[in-house]
């Protein structure tokens, strides 16, 4: 009978002491992971004869997270581009760079990247802030307390830098400017907190945004950009409007882009691109810019048909895609990926880098399979690449075996990273795929583990599980992650739920 009472009496206590120490409902990784909101508006004033521009930005910053900010850090890409960076400090002693260290020793400061803050406020109250190398700390008056919104603004000067790698003016081929990773951008705040790494050559992350960006530029400049063009009618220049223009070569011309949920804002400019279009439907529309003297004409006419038969095959095979327009762009220095548009160089063969051997159509296939990797579901590509690279690259092969499946003489073009990764691997120098991106002491270590040993990591892993629950897997991954920087676990646990097949064993083999 005591023993009745007693625990008559006990149990609602016990009930009640859980009740009280039992934490509030842990957010999902996915929710951590979108701590930042940011809407950025942008005003660009650029003198191309000097390859400079000014510049004003405004950042609404909404802290999701449930930590409280006293500080706030950014990323300024340009500065990389000077003697005594970081950036050149590794490309002389880095092996395979392809260069990279001659030519960072022989620019001169005419040729030098550099962002120069005028001023920055949060608030309208100016604030204290220091810049070392790409990065800069902003010490807040006011710590950002959790699910608080401030306004950022700054005010800056540029210079864009000769083009080295992917970025700046006067690319291999002739293209004048190649604007990417080309603004004061915010670093990314998720789980593992700040991500304030210096740039020194290879890969980004950064939390997705709103932009409304203008442009005033020389009009005899065509301009290709993330976004829509808000103003077609004034501008022209080959996008659609339903009007044909002249277009006034004697002044400037305001480009006003607006995109929504991507995590960066790339574009090029050029005063001899042919902008051809597709219009898919009245959601989603292709634009597609190339300059006739350096690229391989014959292929540029014939990729807007093809591009259009790869966005129909992803969906079908991975998901939708999330955004209204897709541009192709001959720029930069060799293919890279941007939300809502490829950068890729404009002849073929391609003659350097991974790609080399490459023709255009093949380049541009691999930067189009970003688009839902890199762009949409967006993980963090300095830790771990292969998420992105080694899904693209194996998109690419399963697309290129579809074309060819008529065939059966054709070797399946997994073979090519299987050709690329057993050298080293008889000689025990595989490095693992999860070495974060910039720790690897060579380009082609780089390549082999992020892109071949990440696409043949797909290839057995759809072997072990079997085809069904491979894209059944893949198709729940895309769904889940979309806009949500996933990790290694955050995919295998999907693959798990798919095939009801413990795999974490098979992701630590790697």
């Given at each position: 009978m005591i023993r009745y009472y007693l625990l008559k009496i006990m149990l609602p206590l016990a009930a009640a002491l859980v009740w009280i120490v039992l934490p509030a409902q842990v957010p999902d990784i996915k929710t951590m992971n979108q701590a930042q909101r940011l809407s950025y508006l942008m005003k660009i004033d650029f003198n191309a004869s000097a390859n400079t521009f000014s510049g004003y930005q405004q950042v609404k910053y909404e802290n999701n997270s449930a930590d409280t900010l006293r500080n706030i850090f950014y990323h300024l890409f340009y500065n990389a581009f000077q003697r005594g960076s970081a950036m050149e400090e590794r490309a002389m002693f880095i092996r395979d760079q392809e260069g990279y260290g001659q030519k960072m020793q022989a620019l001169k400061p005419s040729e030098y990247g550099y962002h120069i803050i005028d001023s920055l406020k949060i608030n309208g109250i100016s604030q204290s802030y220091s810049v070392t190398g790409t990065i800069l700390k902003i010490d807040l008056l006011q710590s950002i307390d959790p699910h608080a919104s401030v306004i950022i603004e700054l005010w800056f000067k540029s210079q864009v830098p000769k083009m080295i790698m992917r970025t700046g003016r006067n690319n291999p081929e002739g293209v004048q400017f190649t604007m990417t990773q080309w603004y004061p951008k915010i670093a990314a705040y998720d789980r593992a907190g700040w991500h304030a790494n210096e740039y020194i050559r290879r890969e980004f992350y950064?939390?997705?945004?709103?932009?409304?960006?203008?442009?005033?530029?020389?009009?005899?400049?065509?301009?290709?950009?993330?976004?829509?063009?808000?103003?077609?009618?004034?501008?022209?220049?080959?996008?659609?409007?339903?009007?044909?223009?002249?277009?006034?070569?004697?002044?400037?011309?305001?480009?006003?882009?607006?995109?929504?949920?991507?995590?960066?804002?790339?574009?090029?400019?050029?005063?001899?691109y042919v902008h051809l279009t597709n219009k898919i439907?009245?959601?989603?529309?292709?634009?597609?810019?190339?300059?006739?003297?350096?690229?391989?004409?014959?292929?540029?006419?014939?990729?807007?048909?093809?591009?259009?038969?790869?966005?129909?095959?992803?969906?079908?095979?991975?998901?939708?895609?999330?955004?209204?327009?897709?541009?192709?762009?001959?720029?930069?220095?060799?293919?890279?990926?941007?939300?809502?548009?490829?950068?890729?160089?404009?002849?073929?063969?391609?003659?350097?880098?991974?790609?080399?051997?490459?023709?255009?159509?093949?380049?541009?296939?691999?930067?189009?399979?970003?688009?839902?990797?890199?762009?949409?579901?967006?993980?963090?590509?300095?830790?771990?690449?292969?998420?992105?690279?080694?899904?693209?690259?194996?998109?690419?092969?399963?697309?290129?075996?579809?074309?060819?499946?008529?065939?059966?003489?054709?070797?399946?073009?997994?073979?090519?990273?299987?050709?690329?990764?057993?050298?080293?691997?008889?000689?025990?120098?595989?490095?693992?795929?999860?070495?974060?991106?910039?720790?690897?002491?060579?380009?082609?270590?780089?390549?082999?583990?992020?892109?071949?040993?990440?696409?043949?990591?797909?290839?057995?892993?759809?072997?072990?599980?079997?085809?069904?629950?491979?894209?059944?897997?893949?198709?729940?991954?895309?769904?889940?992650?979309?806009?949500?920087?996933?990790?290694?676990?955050?995919?295998?646990?999907?693959?798990?739920?798919?095939?009801?097949?413990?795999?974490?064993?098979?992701l630590d083999l790697w």
């Open positions: 950064g939390p997705f945004a709103d932009f409304d960006v203008s442009i005033k530029m020389d009009s005899a400049y065509t301009i290709a950009a993330t976004g829509i063009l808000q103003n077609a009618d004034q501008v022209g220049h080959g996008y659609y409007s339903g009007k044909v223009l002249s277009n006034n070569r004697d002044k400037k011309l305001l480009w006003q882009f607006k995109a929504n949920t991507v995590h960066d804002f790339a574009w090029a400019a050029d005063t001899a439907s009245d959601s989603l529309q292709f634009h597609f810019f190339y300059k006739p003297a350096t690229a391989s004409v014959e292929d540029w006419k014939e990729i807007p048909e093809q591009v259009a038969d790869i966005f129909s095959w992803m969906e079908k095979m991975v998901g939708p895609y999330p955004y209204p327009r897709y541009s192709l762009v001959q720029g930069g220095s060799g293919g890279t990926e941007y939300p809502m548009l490829s950068m890729i160089l404009g002849h073929r063969p391609v003659t350097k880098g991974m790609s080399k051997g490459y023709s255009v159509l093949t380049l541009a296939i691999h930067e189009i399979m970003h688009n839902w990797w890199y762009a949409a579901v967006a993980n963090d590509e300095n830790r771990n690449a292969w998420l992105d690279e080694g899904f693209a690259l194996f998109f690419q092969y399963e697309y290129s075996d579809a074309m060819k499946k008529n065939d059966n003489s054709a070797m399946r073009a997994i073979q090519a990273s299987y050709d690329q990764i057993l050298p080293p691997a008889k000689m025990n120098a595989l490095e693992p795929m999860s070495t974060p991106s910039e720790y690897f002491g060579a380009n082609w270590s780089y390549d082999v583990s992020a892109y071949h040993k990440g696409a043949i990591f797909l290839n057995q892993l759809k072997y072990i599980i079997g085809e069904e629950m491979f894209w059944k897997g893949i198709k729940k991954y895309y769904s889940k992650w979309m806009f949500g920087h996933p990790d290694g676990d955050d995919f295998i646990n999907c693959m798990e739920q798919a095939s009801g097949i413990q795999l974490k064993w098979y």
